[in-house]
């Protein structure tokens, strides 16, 4: 088994067996609930193309310089993030390693419960065929003791294979289970070109209305999406990089990474616009909360009949894959550092850690407005706070980043290299703090708005 030896005296820290166990753990945290359901119903809320483009630009912008940061710090530490912001920042700075176990908890707590409803839904649909109405079938599953159940099942499972450990758990989960998501979402949308409203959905996603382009609340929705999407902000990238051998090039593997994310969000929104339009659904997921697309997708597949259960089952299907190899990298971060912090062995820290997370995750399970409010509290604002603060330590006060990403870089990247910097230095702050500022506000209406209503 490779292991390395983590800096400060720590013991032989584990790492990943190969280039491409590593590439795929990471694609796998990035690829998740955020590709296949969330972008498609920001992006429909976000007036489709509009939202594509600004997406795509925050991906370049924001979202590749962000994670070769994240990167740097994990491989240059070996630590998990506390400990790596301590060693390369002094003790302040390891207050935003707790910040991002905080955000990790937080968000694994409800992103559980929705992982929950995804698996159900693929296990009940292969079963038994979708409902006759989903709207109704989703009031019964989204909420009360059947969420938390589900919710709990699955927390078991993300546990199950973080225990094992980084070779034997998280790497071999993304091997098998990487390629067999993306080989069903390419197969879904080849299916889905031969739909007959498919022109219908490629025309809404694709043909921008450029009048959004310059709207706040639809930029500071892309940029929050590439956070989220990428697993950025919260230490995901930096946690699985510490377990990376020195010599790789991390340039490569930030625009690897970023590139496969986009190319599944992008290529489950050619699922899911053309399955919607095909429907005539099209109004029910644009006014979107979190369970629209639960509803519109099944009540599509039961409409098309028996080839729709076979494709609907895939989808969820890989939907739930997807959810499992993200929450994994979510236990990664607060277990690797209770582990790391507190010289706890890694089974008992991801189950003690694992029991925490899915006991609060309850309070989501019980009501959804308590998930939506903990997504735009840690999955929105929290994110984004850590996002910028990464940027903040990685420009201005980590010593000589740009050495770091020069490492094992290949002669296509090393150009790019002080561009990357000067982007970290001097375009992330400014630009990610208006995000920021603008999702206080959000935040500060999502409160207002679950105790109004509550
Ligand atoms: N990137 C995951 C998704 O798109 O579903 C969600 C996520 C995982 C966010 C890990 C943050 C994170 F650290």
């Given at each position: 088994m490779a292991t390395g030896s983590g800096s400060g005296g720590t013991p032989a820290r584990e790492l990943f067996g190969s280039k491409w166990g590593f590439v795929l753990a990471a694609v796998g945290s990035a690829v998740g609930l955020g590709n296949m359901w969330r972008f498609s119903y920001v992006a429909a809320e976000g007036g489709g193309a509009a939202f594509v483009i600004l997406y795509v630009i925050m991906v370049l912008l924001l979202g590749i310089p962000l994670m070769l940061s994240e990167l740097v710090v994990g491989r240059k530490t070996h630590l998990s993030p506390i400990g790596a912001l301590r060693e390369l920042g002094g003790r302040g700075w390891a207050l935003l390693g707790g910040l991002f176990v905080l955000v990790g908890f937080l968000i694994l707590s409800y992103y559980s419960v929705i992982a929950g409803w995804t698996m159900r839904f693929a296990l009940e649909s292969a079963m038994t065929?979708?409902?006759?109405d989903p709207g109704q079938h989703f009031g019964e599953i989204a909420a009360g003791p059947a969420a938390m159940g589900w919710h709990l099942a699955f927390m078991v499972l993300t546990i199950g294979i973080v225990m094992?450990?980084?070779?034997?758990g998280i790497e071999r989960a993304a091997m098998v289970l990487m390629p067999t998501l993306f080989v069903i979402v390419i197969g879904l949308a080849f299916w889905a070109?031969?739909?007959?409203g498919a022109g219908a959905g490629y025309a809404y996603y694709l043909t921008p209305d450029l009048s959004e382009l310059m709207n706040p609340n639809v930029i500071r929705q892309a940029a929050s999406q590439a956070f989220f999407s990428l697993s950025l902000g919260m230490g995901a990238m930096l946690t699985f990089a510490s377990y990376l051998a020195r010599d790789e090039d991390l340039n490569e593997q930030a625009v690897t990474i970023s590139f496969a994310d986009f190319a599944v969000a992008f290529t489950a929104g050619l699922v899911v616009f053309p399955v919607i339009f095909a429907l005539g659904l099209q109004d029910s997921v644009g006014e979107?909360?979190?369970?629209a697309l639960f509803i519109a997708l099944p009540g599509a597949f039961e409409a098309m009949g028996g080839p729709g259960r076979v494709v609907g089952v895939l989808f969820f299907v890989a939907l739930a894959v997807g959810a499992i190899t993200s929450a994994i990298s979510l236990l990664e971060v607060v277990t690797s550092s209770i582990i790391d912090e507190f010289g706890i062995a890694r089974k008992n820290a991801a189950i003690m850690m694992g029991i925490l997370i899915a006991i609060f995750g309850l309070a989501s399970a019980h009501n959804t407005d308590v998930l939506g409010l903990v997504d735009q509290i840690a999955g929105e604002l929290l994110l984004a706070v850590g996002a910028l603060s990464m940027a903040i330590f990685v420009g201005w006060?980590?010593?000589?980043p740009g050495a770091e990403m020069l490492r094992g870089a290949g002669p296509r990247f090393t150009g790019a290299v002080p561009a990357v910097l000067f982007l970290v230095k001097w375009l992330l702050p400014p630009v990610i703090a208006v995000v920021v500022w603008f999702q206080i506000w959000a935040t500060r209406d999502a409160i207002t708005g679950f105790f109004g209503a509550a």
């Open positions: 065929g979708f409902p006759g094992v450990g980084v070779q034997k070109a031969t739909l007959e979107s909360t979190v369970g006060r980590m010593k000589d």
